[in-house]
């Protein structure tokens, strides 16, 4: 079973700073990668994917991907207290292409 | 476009009592998931239908958890007979196609107390 571990949390930071999120994984053969948000009592949204290794940017939003060093993390640029939530990192499985989560770290926005 | 659909929306049971879902997908997409989230964990793959045929089904605890998906649309989800272990949000997604390049919708999930 692959794993996925991420630090719980909670991730606190003010108001317009940069929120920096990591997720390691284990299996070096995991080639695409994911981060969803979930607000309390809601089910997760996508917020990006990554393939390959390097950043990807969008909006506020930049994932980076470092494979050799198996991990993958999320940028939150100028942090809005509407950012708050559970960011959850997860990756494609094998050849079902299904989705491992990681138990999602708690980030808190301070005003 | 309608999002995923899913009934009902909490259920509280005793445990060694049955329990189903409903899950109805968005039009057309092929991939259908259930997942189970325990609170403080993130969601965890039971079952994976593509169209009416189960994909992957390696970590759905076949004694008592069974689901189907009858003509490659609607699904159900049963427990029998539950247990305290069970409780849990489960969550019902579906996608395109089969890959990481589509996006899975999630519904918005059954909340399963067990008592």
């Known amino acids: 079973q692959k794993e996925v571990e991420q630090n719980s949390g909670p991730l606190s930071v003010p108001e317009g700073a940069i929120a920096s999120l990591n997720c390691t994984y284990s299996?070096?053969?995991?080639?695409?990668f994911f981060w969803y948000r979930q607000y309390s009592g809601k089910s997760p949204e996508l917020i990006m994917f990554?393939?390959?290794?390097g950043d990807k940017e969008d909006g506020r939003f930049t994932a980076q991907l470092n494979k050799a060093s198996q991990y993958v993390s999320l940028l939150i640029r100028d942090s809005q207290p509407s950012d708050s939530a559970t960011y959850l990192c997860?990756?494609?499985?094998?050849?079902?292409?299904?989705?491992?989560f990681g138990s999602g770290t708690r980030l808190l926005v301070r005003p | 476009e309608a999002g995923v659909a899913q009934s009902p929306r909490y259920k509280i049971i005793e445990k060694r009592q049955s329990v189903a879902f409903w899950c109805n997908p968005i039009?057309?997409?092929?991939?259908l998931y259930w997942y189970q989230q325990i609170l403080g964990q993130g969601p965890k793959l039971l079952i994976q239908?593509?169209?009416?045929?189960?994909?992957?089904d390696s970590q759905l605890p076949k004694d008592r958890f069974s689901a189907e998906r009858l003509k490659g649309v609607d699904s159900t989800l049963k427990i029998q007979p539950a247990k305290l272990e069970d409780s849990a949000v489960y969550l019902c997604?579906?996608?395109?196609?089969?890959?990481?390049?589509?996006?899975?919708?999630f519904g918005p999930g059954t909340r399963l107390t067990v008592t």
């Open positions: 997604a579906s996608s395109l196609g089969r890959t990481g390049s589509y996006e899975q919708d």
């Open positions: 299996d070096r053969g995991s080639q695409s």
């Open positions: 990554i393939y390959s290794n």
């Open positions: 997860a990756l494609e499985g094998d050849s079902s292409y299904k989705l491992i």
């Open positions: 039009s057309g997409h092929a991939t």
């Open positions: 239908f593509q169209n009416n045929g189960v994909v992957d």
